[in-house]
């Protein structure tokens, strides 16, 4: 069995900071808009020149970071769409809820536009975005990081080699980890669906784009199960409190005092629980990140199977559980002549040759960014495709592919029906 490390770059051919320097808006500065892809645009070669916020505390923090003034900053995306077409692009990072209107607002001045996924909670309105871009002069590019990880790239390059013949299927598993879904998905702000998008949609559109992205060819056919199965009432212990600092148990695996006492307060999630400059303890006793996640306040699925057929007669499986050790994604690709498998977190590859009986397993760098170079990935890819260098990293018209599954799973999941899709 041969073993190598591969070391992979995060982007697309660019490195460092280019001539052009497109100057880019930024609406919605929560941990994505802000934290994530306002600060590494300008480390690979643009600008942040306006944001938009509801939040006047964070608006004003995001703006110190990035020198801008009063002019430059705006409560509502209608202030910054009534002064034309100032900018050369747009990130659209605002809750999950909202990022239709103004995503449309932007092609309508002809803006290119980086969206954060979901794209959109109802079904119907992926046809509106469609249309959008089709009568705009700009182009939407979905944020599915994934497919910009050296990782994922790695594979990509394997099933492109041939070397695994045919594809006949995929198994692929996202381990969502105890202590993330808890903080997301029980504590957070995607606990109730609706508001939030269903717990698939929310969670998974990344690893559904996976699927559309490796198979090549459109889903037909869908089925799921799963459930909210444990972060229940019933289940709670017995003398268990309201809050985790009032709570007089030892060994609760979902205590909030050791799961975010476990990161540097700067890092992400006990960053999202102090935004605004609130003190950690404060937060646990009078915020939701520290209630108990017994209390029932949540209702999105804990766990949940997909299965999926393509056009092109692949058939795919996605497992999704919070009940989970590490956050982290395994997978394996199966084809007619050979079978890769893949540990995104150990970044390890194996690869298997039905024809010579030969293994080789090998390891791809991964960079620390929260999504495995991801992040700084499609970040680079996207001033490429502004600056015309190549083409939109991640196509709408594929992107919304995974949002049509993810809804019409959970159609499947809650009728127990096998879905067509259109």
């Known amino acids: 069995m041969e073993r190598r490390t591969v070391e992979q770059t995060t982007g697309c051919g660019l490195g460092g900071r280019a001539a052009v320097s497109p100057n880019i808006a930024i609406i919605g500065c929560g941990n994505r808009g802000a934290d994530v892809y306002a600060a590494l645009l300008p480390e690979y070669g643009s600008r942040v020149g306006w944001l938009v916020e509801a939040n006047p505390v964070r608006l004003a923090e995001v703006a110190g970071r990035h020198g801008l003034g009063p002019q430059q900053c705006f409560a509502h995306w209608d202030e910054f769409f009534a002064l034309g077409r100032v900018a050369d692009a747009v990130v659209i990072a605002t809750p999950d809820g909202q990022h239709v209107e103004p995503c449309v607002r932007a092609l309508a001045l002809g803006y290119d536009v980086l969206l954060e996924k979901p794209v959109c909670l109802n079904e119907a309105e992926l046809d509106v975005l469609l249309r959008a871009e089709a009568s705009s002069g700009g182009q939407v590019s979905v944020c599915h990081v994934l497919r910009a990880t050296p990782f994922f790239r790695a594979v990509r390059e394997v099933l492109d080699s041939g ?88 060994d609760c695996p979902y205590d909030a005092r050791r799961i975010y006492s476990a990161f540097a307060p700067d890092q992400w999630p006990t960053s999202v629980v102090t935004a605004g400059g609130v003190a950690l303890d404060t937060a646990l006793r009078e915020g939701p990140y520290g209630e108990c996640v017994y209390l029932g306040n949540n209702n999105v699925v804990d766990h949940q199977a997909v299965t999926a057929t393509f056009q092109n007669g692949v058939t795919a499986q996605l497992t999704v559980s919070a009940f989970t050790h590490n956050n982290t994604r395994t997978l394996k690709l199966l084809g007619s002549h ?75 999941r809650l009728s127990g029906t096998v879905e067509l899709l259109g």
């Open 163 to 250: 070397v695994l013949g045919q594809l006949i299927g995929i198994q692929h598993a996202e381990n969502v980890a105890f202590w993330h879904y808890a903080h997301s998905y029980v504590r957070g702000n995607w606990r109730q669906s609706p508001p939030a998008a269903p717990f698939l949609l929310a969670k998974s559109c990344h690893d559904l784009d996976l699927l559309r992205w490796f198979v090549g060819a459109r889903p037909q056919r869908i089925a799921s199960e799963g459930g909210l199965r444990y972060f229940r009432p019933e289940h709670a212990p017995a003398g268990a409190a309201a809050r985790c600092v009032e709570c007089p148990l030892s």
């Open 338 to 412: 050979g079978e890769l498998r893949g540990h995104m977190e150990r970044g390890e590859l194996e690869l298997y040759d039905f024809r010579t009986g030969q293994a080789e397993v090998w390891t791809v760098a991964t960079p620390g960014d929260r999504h495995g170079g991801g992040d700084t990935g499609l970040v680079i890819a996207w001033l490429r495709f502004l600056r015309r260098e190549a083409e939109v990293p991640t196509p709408l018209t594929e992107s919304l592919d995974s949002h049509r599954m993810a809804f019409v799973a959970e159609r499947a």
